[in-house]
C-alpha cells in the first residue's frame, strides 16, 4: 500500500524503518540523513541493484553489492557497523561461488532484515522464487525488504506473466511514468492515478461491527474449499432432553423437534493468519472477489444441474 499510495495514512503506522522509507525512495529516489545506519545501508544498496540495469559499465547486480558493502566497509568510522559488513560481504561472496552453511546458520550469523535480505539476494534469483521461499527464521520484515531488492533487480516488466496481473498493469504503469517524471523534474502532472489492486487480506478487513454478511460467506466459501482448520458449527438447541448416539459414522444428538439454528462460520483470526500465508489459485481468488462484491457463486449442486 505504501509503495502504491505513499501519502496515504499506512506510512504512520509501519515501525520499522527500513520498510517505512520507501516513501521518501519513491519520492526522491534515494533515503539519506534518517539517523539509523541500518537504513541508509540498505537503500544505498537498492538503489546500486537498480542503477545497474542502466549503467553503461557491465556489472552484476551481486557484483554491484559487493562493491558497495566493501567501499563502505572502508569509508565507515563506527567499528561495529565496519566489521558487520566486512563479515557480511564475506558471506556473501562465498555464498555467491560456494557455500556449506545451511541456510539456517547464515540467518542466525545476520538475524537483522537488512542482513538476511541480502542473504537471501544471494540465495535466489527471481522474484517467484523468493515467493515460494519458505524457512521459520523468516519475519515479515525480512520477506518485504528482500522482495524491495528483488524488485530492483528484476523490475516490472522482468517479472513473469503470471505475477503481472491484468488488474495491475495500469496501476503500476501509470505510477511508474509519474515517478519517472517527477524525478526528472519535468513539472507534467499524469493526473489521478488507477486505482491499486487489493489484495484479498485487504478486502477481508472487518468494519467497526466485524465482518459483514457477504465478508463471512466469501470466508467460508475459501475455506471449505481448502479445508483449512478454521470452520466451525454453532448449533442452537431449545430446552429439553437430548440422547447422545455414537456409531460407525459418528457421534449423533437426538432430540425432538428441531434445532433452533445451525450456523456454520469461520474463525477470523485464524482465518486471517493462514491468508496471510497461504498461496490461492487464480480461479479460485476470482471467485472470491466476485463473492465479495456481491456476485453469488454457483455451488456444485447447482452447476451439476445446468449441465443436466
Known sequence: RLAFD???EVAQSITDP????LRE???TGKVVNTGDIATELFWGTVTQVAECRFSKVPRTPRDAVLDYLHTTSEQMDNEHWKGALVKLAD???TIATFTDSTITELFERHPKSFRRAMVLFFLREKCAELLAFEHPLLTESDRICAAILFAARE???GLPLELRAADSQSAISHRMAAMAHRLAGTGLDLGAPPPRPLPLRELFEPGQKGWSAIQKDAALLLAREYKWDCVQTRITLGKGNYQLEVTNTGTHIVFAGEAKTVVTEVDREQFLAILANTPISDKLDQNVRNALMGT??????DRTRRKA
Do not use: V
Open 25 to 27: 525512495w519513491m519520492q
Open 155 to 157: 523490475g516490472w516488466l
Open 91 to 93: 558471506d556473501l561472496h
Open 18 to 21: 527500513l520498510i517505512s522509507s
Open 296 to 301: 453469488p457463486i454457483p455451488n456444485k449442486r
Open 6 to 8: 505513499a501519502e496515504t
